[in-house]
C-alpha cells in the first residue's frame, strides 16, 4: 500500500490535545469544528494520495462519517478515521480497496458494517492487520515510539506498564523499545505484560476471528516462556496476560445489563465469556496475574464469574487480579470484587471526558454521574491504581489524580461527590499503588532506602 502522510495533523478528537512538542492540537466539538479541521488535514500537502488516517472521531459528536459520507467528501482518496476509542475504524471505498478487504472476506462477521465501512472490536483487527506493514515501517514507528517517550518524561513517568506486549511482534517491539530507551537514552522503563489474545492466536496458528472464537490459550502461554530471558536494564517483563472482557468505553460498546442504554443500542464482547473463562482458567492454574479489560456492569459479571469459577477450582491467595478501565459497574458489584481479593486499575479520565456527554446519550444522567468510583472500591478494601491507556488519556500521572481526586467534568460539574478522593489516595493511585499492581512495590513507587531511586521533578506544586 501507500505511505501514511506523515505531514499532515491527523489528531482531531474532541479534546485538545498535547503532542510531543509541547504544542495543543485544537479541540473538536461540533460538527462543522470537526469537519473543517478534518478537510484542513486531508488536503495539507505532500502527496493527497497516500493514506490519510485520523485518530479522535467521535460519531455521537461529530455526525456520522461513514463509507458513502467519505467517498463523497474525498473521492478516490483512501481515508481511515480512527474512533477516539481505537476500536472502531471508518473507511472510505479507497482505503478499503486499497486494504484488499473484500464483501467476501468479512461476509458473516459480526463486528463488520460493510456498507458504512464500519469496523469494531474484533472487526477493526481486520482493518490494523492489513495497516502493519505502513505502520510498521522504522521510520514512521521510531518516531512515534520516541514521541510517546518524550509525553512520557513530560508527564513525569519513571515507569510505565505495556498490557499489550506482543500484540505486533515480540522481536520487533523489543527492538524498537532498545531503540529508545537504550540506544535514545529515555529516562524511563517499561514493565511488558503479554497480550494473552494475540500470542495465543498466533501461537495456535489462528487469525483474531469473531470474539466466540475458541483460542487455544496453552499454546500462547508455551509461546511467552522463552521472552522472560530477553529482560533488559529498561525493558522488564512481568509473569502476568492481559485478557479482554467487553468493548470500549468511548464507543460506548461496553456491556451494560439492564436497562442498557437509553437509546437502544447494545454493546459488544472482545472475549464472548466462555473464552474469557478458558483465558482467566488456563493463566490463573499456571500462577500468573491476570489483568482483564473491562468495562460495563455486563462485562462485570462476565469477570467475576470467570474468577469465581477459577477460585473455587484453584484457590490462591495474593493472586492480584487486576480489573482494567471498570468504566462503569453496579454498587452491588464491588463488594464481590473484593471478596474475591481482586483489585483495579482505572482510567479515571473518563470522569472528565465522558460524564457529560453520556449523561445525554448511552447512560442517562445517574449512571453517567457513576462511572469510576474508585473511593467506593477503596471503601471496600481494595487497591486502585490509575493509567492513562494512552492515548485514552493523557500519558500525565498528575492529571489523571486530579481527575480521581475532584471528579469534575468536562463543564465544571462535580460527578457523585461521596467517590471523589483524598490527596493522599489521589497521588498513590500513580504511585505506590500503580507499582503494586505490576508487582514492584519493593522497587518502585515511593522513596525508602533500597529502592530504585526514581524521581519526577516538578515545575509547579
Known amino acids: 500500500g501507500a505511505d501514511f502522510d506523515l505531514g499532515a495533523p491527523r489528531d482531531i478528537a474532541p479534546e485538545a490535545w498535547r503532542q510531543g512538542d509541547g504544542s495543543l492540537r485544537p ?36 455526525e456520522r462519517l461513514g463509507r458513502p459520507e467519505l467517498d463523497t467528501l474525498f473521492p478516490g482518496r483512501p481515508v481511515i478515521l480512527i474512533q477516539r476509542s481505537f476500536h472502531e475504524t471508518y473507511c472510505s471505498s479507497a482505503a478499503i480497496a486499497q486494504l484488499g478487504l473484500t464483501a467476501e472476506a468479512v461476509a458473516g462477521h459480526p463486528q463488520v458494517d460493510w456498507a458504512n465501512g464500519h469496523f469494531y472490536e474484533t472487526g477493526n483487527k ?87 472464537q475458541p483460542i487455544d490459550f496453552e499454546a500462547g502461554l508455551t509461546a511467552m516462556q522463552p521472552l522472560f ?65 473491562v468495562n460495563g456492569d455486563g462485562g462485570m459479571d462476565a469477570v467475576l464469574a470467570a474468577l469465581e469459577a477459577a477460585q473455587a477450582q484453584r484457590p490462591r491467595v495474593d493472586h492480584r487480579f487486576f480489573m482494567h478501565h471498570v468504566g462503569y459497574h453496579a454498587a452491588a458489584q464491588t463488594n464481590r470484587i473484593a471478596a474475591l481479593g481482586a483489585h483495579a486499575s482505572v482510567n479515571p479520565y473518563y470522569i472528565h471526558a465522558l460524564a457529560d456527554d453520556y449523561a445525554q446519550w448511552g447512560l442517562g444522567a445517574e449512571r453517567a454521574s457513576q462511572i469510576t468510583r474508585c473511593a467506593s472500591m477503596l471503601r471496600a478494601g481494595m487497591k486502585v491504581s490509575f493509567h492513562s491507556d494512552f492515548m485514552m488519556a493523557p500519558a500525565e500521572p498528575l492529571t489523571l489524580a486530579w481527575c ?11 460527578a457523585s461527590p461521596s467517590e471523589t478522593l483524598t490527596l493522599q489516595q489521589a497521588l498513590r493511585g500513580v504511585t505506590i499503588d500503580a507499582a503494586w499492581a505490576l508487582r514492584l512495590e519493593d522497587e518502585v513507587g515511593s522513596i525508602a532506602a533500597g529502592k530504585r531511586a526514581d524521581f519526577c521533578v516538578l515545575l509547579d506544586d
Open 126 to 212: 481486520l482493518v490494523m492487520a492489513r495497516l502493519m506493514p505502513d505502520i510498521l515501517k522504522p521510520d514512521w514507528y521510531g518516531r512515534g515510539l520516541a514521541m510517546t517517550a518524550r509525553l512520557m518524561q513530560q508527564g513525569g513517568i519513571t515507569t510505565a506498564g505495556d498490557m499489550l506486549f506482543g500484540s505486533i511482534n515480540p522481536d520487533f517491539e523489543l527492538a524498537a523499545l532498545d531503540q529508545v530507551l537504550h540506544q535514545g537514552d529515555a529516562p524511563m522503563r517499561v514493565v511488558n505484560v503479554f497480550d494473552g489474545r494475540g500470542f495465543s492466536n498466533r501461537a495456535s496458528g489462528r487469525s483474531v476471528g469473531p470474539p466466540d
Open 404 to 414: 480521581a481526586a475532584n471528579r469534575r467534568t468536562r463543564t465544571g460539574a462535580v
Open 229 to 293: 530471558e530477553r529482560a533488559a536494564p529498561k525493558v522488564w517483563f512481568s509473569k502476568a496476560v492481559k485478557l479482554f472482557a467487553d468493548g470500549a468505553m468511548f464507543s460506548q460498546l461496553m456491556q451494560m445489563n439492564p436497562p442498557g442504554y437509553i437509546d437502544g443500542h447494545h454493546g459488544e464482547w472482545l472475549m464472548a465469556p466462555e473464552v474469557l473463562a478458558a483465558g482467566v482458567r488456563t493463566f490463573w492454574n499456571a500462577g500468573w496475574q491476570i489483568h482483564v479489560h
Open 27 to 62: 479541540a473538536a466539538r461540533t460538527p462543522d469544528d470537526y469537519l473543517r479541521l478534518l478537510r484542513q488535514a486531508v488536503a495539507a500537502p505532500p502527496d493527497t494520495a497516500r493514506w490519510f488516517v485520523s485518530f479522535g472521531y467521535q460519531p455521537a459528536l461529530h
